[in-house]
């Protein structure tokens, strides 16, 4: 395109809303000398430009927002209008193919006002402009604009209208803008919260996806008050401090960690503890690694500025500082995250001694992401406010459509077009509240997408409520519900997220899933050949015993008594676990075969392990044991002979019978480098039979960094190309993304 004037109108897609993108659009004519308009409308943003616009087309792309993400630019030639100047129309509504952006962390321009007492933002709890502050958590449907937010009831004050309408101000058009005069309030001042948490009381404060159960990370009266309140045994809670250098007192940040807490999502980040930390011991009891994070609202802000003495400026921010605070979900039971004001005072009574609220309404739920350090990058435990709802891109237009997850750490996806849109972390499906959230979140990202699905998918168990809605759905909708194995769809998860043609050698290390055809139907540790819709079952581990099935699943002891009875050492069980219960009752379940279910579940060999070389012979919370057996594998060693492979399935019989006659810390270290091998061993044998290279990982075991960097560093040494989940959870939290890669897979066929 030549420099001369003319006129062009540009279609921008992507996350372009709610990010100062017509704002910065303006400032691009005005630095270009360009006439026309911008406005938003269910496609993303449109503009026309006119005058040399070459420099600019280059600069949309270039120097576009911090938090826009561009996922294309469509330009053509139009006639010329002669018109003069540039302005911001109206949004227009219509079908939708835009998304709106994650919430993000406050950012340096609006922490520089909060701090200066000259400014009329000073201190105020709720300061945001276009780069920052709350997005998809406010917001009820597209365009992104005010009225569809939770703050359309609040009325701009003149200041704010203002700056709201003025081009070259950072808050032009920024929805959620507002001001002590006009904005949302908190209803406790901040002095008062941070000398309670001084006091040791629990607080529950109100955020951007919902409540935090808020404590000092130092007390540990205060901690196990919490613990005992909130009836959390000795699941990890994660720990805020007020920037890098405080956090690197408690944790071992690394460079690349240190980048992944320090963006605008502000991820819970795994890390491993640093010795004399000086926190609760009660926050991660036998763990060796805390979950740490940055404040990332002016609320969280203000608490640390408070404990600090209120300095002026942003100086004190690179200062180290003592103060530490839990913040844990204010979800009692297991129960959904709370985000309602009255709700708050109904779900938290006797967990929280006071609740902080303000009135600015939580539209959608959203926990705080999890991620931990494996094989030197970020990957996802849960992923949920700060990246949802940006979308994964699949790789090709698929037919839209919603796939529903599973029964633990469930998700759902809805495609569009060459998107897939998977929600936030919703949870386990047992109890009203999970299944009111469940279908929440289902009519909210719909509704956001503005899709209506051709299809369904679902897992094949049939007693999932994810199933029983999905059929419901189909029946109302006439469209097809499409059953999805859950390891393939682990798989396919993999397959989607990294575009992989042909066939591929899919290991899904996981706790439960229903299988299918002859045998136990209790998969977990499945070798799966996956080609576009097809998949077949090539291999799997040996079966281990769960006597009283799911009751097996918190009691590490019982699966190793079974393995004791297994390999016929039943004789040890009542001298080695005399102290667990009725030993004389599970022996004779085991002798007689009754209610003692057979499942192939790698979840369950690590709980195996566990029970046999004495971690956790009972867990609090699901994973407990394995995490515990993974903090005391320090140098993995390799068993000689530990494994057996028969016609696919890999049987580690010899490994578990040496585990119940060695110590922990060698127990621990021999399960995880003989596991490694004889998995990596198993995988090449049954990827040279299939014919590929291509091996994906997935699972929830993939989440243990000593099992999947030793799988990975061993598969890649021996030539074959590992692929794993980035952009979502190994475990079952992306498992919807999976069913649908797999159904759009059947649908093409």
Not at 165 to 192: N, T, W, Y
Not at 509 to 535: C, I, P, Q, R
Not at 587 to 608: H, I, K, P, Y
């Amino acid at each position: 395109m030549s420099g001369d004037r003319n006129r062009i109108r540009v279609r921008v897609h992507g996350a372009v809303q709610g990010v100062g993108f017509r704002p910065f659009v303006n400032g691009l004519a005005a630095r270009f000398g360009l006439s026309g308009w911008v406005l938003n409308d269910g496609d993303g943003v449109l503009l026309e430009v006119e005058g040399e616009t070459d420099s600019f087309v280059d600069a949309l792309q270039a120097d576009a927002p911090p938090l826009s993400r561009i996922d294309d630019v469509v330009v053509e030639g139009i006639a010329s209008t002669g018109e003069d100047g540039f302005t911001i129309r109206m949004s227009q509504s219509g079908a939708v193919s835009t998304s709106i952006p994650a919430d993000a962390a406050v950012c340096d321009g609006c922490l520089s006002e909060l701090f200066d007492p000259a400014d009329r933002h000073y201190r105020y709890p709720f300061i945001n402009c276009t780069h920052c502050g709350p997005r998809y958590t406010i917001t009820k449907h597209l365009p992104y604009d005010r009225p569809q937010t939770s703050m359309a009831g609040f009325e701009m004050c003149a200041d704010c209208a203002g700056e709201y309408k003025d081009p070259l101000d950072r808050r032009f058009h920024a929805q959620p803008v507002a001001c002590p005069a006009c904005g949302p309030q908190l209803s406790m001042e901040i002095e008062e919260i941070v000398a309670r948490l001084k006091d040791g009381e629990i607080l529950a404060i109100k955020g951007l996806g919902g409540f935090h159960i808020v404590c000092d990370a130092r007390n540990e009266d205060a901690v196990a008050q919490l613990r005992e309140r909130k009836n959390r045994e000795e699941k990890p809670l994660a720990v805020m401090a007020a920037n890098i250098v405080s956090l690197k007192t408690l944790a071992v940040i690394d460079d690349v960690a240190e980048r992944t807490l320090s963006t605008s999502a502000r991820p819970i980040v795994v890390l491993p503890k640093q010795s004399d930390n000086g926190l609760a011991p009660s926050i991660a009891p036998g763990l060796g690694e805390v979950g740490v994070l940055l404040p990332y609202t002016p609320i969280h802000f203000l608490l640390f500025h408070e404990a600090a003495g209120r300095p002026d400026g942003t100086d004190w921010l690179e200062e180290p500082h003592a103060l530490a605070l839990v913040m844990t979900s204010a979800n009692p039971g297991g129960e959904p995250l709370v985000t309602g004001n009255d709700e708050a005072v109904r779900r938290l009574d006797g967990i929280a001694d006071a609740i902080v609220s303000h009135d600015r309404d939580i539209v959608v739920r959203a926990d705080d992401s999890v991620m931990r350090m494996v094989d030197g990058a970020p990957t996802f435990i849960r992923r949920a406010r700060g990246f949802v709802p940006e979308p994964v891109k699949l790789p090709r237009t698929v037919p839209d459509g919603i796939a529903l997850g599973g029964h633990l750490k469930t998700t759902v996806c809805v495609t569009r077009g060459n998107e897939a849109f998977v929600s936030q972390h919703i949870g386990d499906l047992d109890t009203p509240e999970a299944l009111i959230f469940f279908e929440e979140t289902v009519d909210h990202l719909l509704s956001i997408t503005d899709v209506t699905p051709t299809w369904v998918a679902h897992d094949l168990h049939p007693d999932f409520h994810s199933t029983r809605f999905a059929l419901d759905m189909a029946a109302e909708s006439d469209i097809p519900a499409l059953a999805i194995q859950h390891h393939h769809a682990h798989v396919a998860a993999v397959v989607a997220e990294h575009s992989l043609d042909g066939p591929v050698l899919g290991l899904a290390l996981d706790g439960f899933g229903l299988g299918e055809g002859e045998g136990t139907h209790n998969w977990g540790g499945e070798a799966l050949w996956v080609s576009g819709a097809n998949y077949r079952r090539v291999g799997h581990l040996a079966e281990l015993p769960m006597p009283g099935g799911e009751a097996a699943f918190r009691a590490p002891w019982r699966i190793g008594a079974a393995v004791l009875h297994q390999l016929g050492r039943g004789a040890e069980i009542a001298e080695r676990y005399a102290q667990m219960g009725d030993i004389n009752l599970l022996g004779q379940m085991l002798e007689r075969g009754v209610n003692v279910a057979a499942s192939t579940s790698c979840g369950r060999l690590f709980d195996a392990a566990a029970g046999l070389v004495g971690v956790q012979p009972t867990a609090s919370f699901e994973g407990q044991a394995p995490m515990k057996l993974e903090a005391l594998a320090t140098n993995p060693t390799v068993m000689e002979n530990g494994w057996r492979i028969d016609d696919g399935v890999l049987d580690l019989s010899p490994l578990l019978s040496r585990l119940a006659d060695v110590g922990v810390e060698d127990g621990a270290n021999l399960f995880h480098g003989t596991l490694i091998a004889a998995l990596a061993a198993w995988a090449g044998e049954l990827a040279a039979q299939a014919g590929t290279q291509k091996i994906a990982l997935s699972g929830g075991c993939v989440m243990n960094r000593v099992l999947s960097e030793g799988l990975q560093r061993t598969l890649r040494d021996a030539g074959f190309a590992v692929y794993r989940p980035h952009v979502l959870p190994p475990n079952d939290g992306g498992l919807s993304l999976g069913q649908a890669w797999a159904v759009v897979c059947r649908l093409d066929a």
